[in-house]
């Protein structure tokens, strides 16, 4: 009979519960970071998910007579925690660019994974007992001594003087990943539609409309920091910095003349891209939040199993081993009859418009508040991916529908026709949640009473990126029409004074349009130039020419 038991030490039963508390403690304490209630049921529903699978693991093995066998496989457990939490592989993968010793630059992941299993090795005897009792007080600690939350919805105020009423209110809004009306590909049901729409509506409401500008650059922090600093290249390279994983844009020529004019500024930024706390003019407030961050899923009116579904779903992809096994998966499965994985499991989630409501109330309500003379600048993810809602800013409830310009990791650059064809369709409904939502800002203006007197810029960073081929050196010859205007076509509307409406045919970058009209700078003749992706963070973006957006002679070439 004694045989038959499992359970013939104490550690045999520390093994059958240990794994229902490593990753569930990690579950919570990442939840609780990201603001949702211990007792939130989302958040209960991916923790009672997590204990299911961990006492599944348990069972097997308490089972197992190899106390080895049994550390070994707690050692993977233990790594992809300390992954999860600490970020432990990229903290591993920096010791080599810090280090004096060769052998740490070429093998440090292998000395650090090294390292957590001799130890786990070494303690195999009572490992199950020691991180049974380790991961127990984790748990309860965190229950009762929660982590402090991310940070969300900052507010930076500092002391400005009030804006003057002879000036005019400035709303700068940066529409992320808005394609221009004539970018948008006509041959895909409800294409046309929507440029007409899209036209029909701001000249409707006095902009003039550039429906073939396109931007310079495909990458969201090379464009605007070219932008907001006169359109030159030379900046591009020199504006932004990687610093506790922000960029930061390090020199603002268009805040610096808003200041000189004599505007108090307010700022709505994401923690992607941070025009706050540079060297320049003090901002009047800086709001903001977080462009990846799971927390805003606790508000959305989905089912709370969906809820759960996302925050296992972050939880895990915040682990680089999670995400190197999904590339590895897709690789394996890419074109092939046979997947055993859902396609969610290896899809990326990110949740960057949920933010979106969240920016366009703040801004709102400061319209209406603030006096006259001020400028708002907001950096928006929307129309960016995922396509989430529909045309009215409604969640949509079918998560498979959660579809981003690329389906899983690791397509290297790579889309299929169908996938394109999908994902703009949903993009389309975004694009008109957009429209609804700066319907509010403008009305927001006209109640005010600063409607006739504002001017309004809108415009995006980059254009839809649903393309085949992004425009990567990989790529380069065997770019299309499709792929360039879908990575470059960018939206560009303005209302001022001065200002005619209607729509401008011309083909113009949104940097030289910007420059000409904020920055006081001549117009010059547009040459079509832009610029591929960078193949790395320190590499010069790549210069290719692009035919006029529309022309009968779209193509590129590249100019080395």
Known sequence: MAKVLWFRELDDWAALVAPALVLPSGLLAFGLFHDFPPFSPALLIAWLWLVLAGLALGLVLSAMRSKLARSLIFGLLLIFYLDVQFDFIRFVEGLGDISDFSILRLGDRVIAIGAVFGLVVLLRRHLSTILLLVFGVIFVSTLFIPPKPAPYGQIHSATVESGQSDLPTIVHIVLDG????????????GGPALRRELIDFYVGEGFRVYGRAYSQYMESILSLSALLNGGDQSFADLLQKRDDQLYTVEQNAYFEELAARGHPIRVYETDYLVYCG?????????????????RPVGGIEVADRQKAKLLLAAYFQSSKIYSSLAKLYDKATRGRDFDLLPPRVRRKETFSPLEAPRVFDRLVDDIESAPPGHAF???????????IYDSDCAVRGDLDQWLGRRFDFSRNGIGTPAERVEAYELYFLQVRCAMRSLSRVFA???????????????????????????PIEAYLDKLTEEDLVDAYSTFF????????PGYDPRSVSVQDLFAEFFLRRAPKPDDGVVYAMRSHAEAPPKALRMAPIGSDESGVSNED
């Open 178 to 189: 808005h394609i221009g009306p004539d970018g948008i590909p006509s041959t895909i049901a």
């Open 278 to 294: 540079a060297p320049g003019p003090s901002l009047e407030s800086c709001y903001r939040v977080t462009a990846s961050s799971v």
């Open 377 to 387: 600048f907001a950096h928006i993810m929307l129309p960016h991916e995922p396509y």
């Open 444 to 470: 927001a203006l006209k109640e005010a009473g600063l409607w006739e007197r504002s001017t309004i810029v809108l415009h995006g960073d980059h254009g839809s990126r649903i393309a085949l081929r992004d």
């Open 493 to 500: 509307a303005i209302r001022s004074p001065g200002v005619a």
